[in-house]
């Protein structure tokens, strides 16, 4: 073979091969996007959700209805089953820090409203982290998430 014939199968096979690459990782990258698209939209539902469980209990707790613990643990739990599959890994731990507190504080009569708070909080901000949202100005622990539900916040938070 001499080099003309070389460099014919070279000009030749070098685009069709890139070109077959090409579309494998197009394709790759589709897919991909396709899934995560999916599961950002399943978050989304499933954050919601949560938010509306915490939402719902200060609307409790300002009606002055009486929502035992026992019944916000279990709604929690329903939540717990739905998220598990697609919440990110530091939403999954701010909700078991969460539960570990509430575990640790069940039945104490000097029960720390401001660390509930942030524990609450804190879920709702790494939501939000996960959800591709900005978290500046909320606080540490996104405690001003909750400032328009809570009369006394000032008072509790400092």
């Known amino acids: 073979m001499n080099s003309q014939t070389i460099i014919t199968i070279l000009t030749i096979t070098l685009p069709?091969?890139?070109?077959?690459?090409?579309?494998?990782?197009?394709?790759?990258?589709e897919k991909k996007k396709a899934l995560?698209?999916?599961?950002?939209?399943?978050?989304?539902?499933?954050?919601?959700?949560?938010?509306?469980?915490?939402?719902?209990?200060?609307?409790?707790?300002k009606e002055k209805k009486k929502n035992s613990d026992k019944e916000m643990i279990s709604e929690l739990f329903d939540?717990?089953?739905?998220?598990?599959?697609?919440?990110?890994?530091?939403?999954?731990?701010?909700?078991?820090?969460?539960?570990q507190f509430?575990?640790?504080?069940?039945?104490?009569?000097?029960?720390?409203?401001?660390?509930?708070?942030?524990?609450?909080?804190?879920?709702?901000?790494e939501m939000r982290k996960d959800l591709g949202l900005k978290n500046k100005g909320l606080g540490k622990n996104g405690e001003m998430l909750m400032r328009a539900l809570i009369t006394d916040y000032d008072s509790i938070i400092k």
């Open 16 to 29: 069709v091969l890139g070109a077959g690459i090409g579309y494998l990782l197009k394709t790759n990258i």
């Open 36 to 61: 995560t698209s999916e599961v950002t939209k399943e978050r989304r539902e499933i954050y919601q959700k949560y938010v509306n469980l915490m939402i719902g209990f200060f609307d409790h707790t």
């Open 79 to 99: 939540f717990y089953k739905k998220y598990v599959l697609y919440a990110s890994p530091s939403v999954i731990k701010s909700f078991s820090d969460y539960f």
């Open 102 to 125: 509430l575990y640790k504080n069940n039945g104490n009569e000097n029960f720390d409203s401001k660390k509930n708070l942030n524990f609450m909080t804190k879920i709702m901000l």
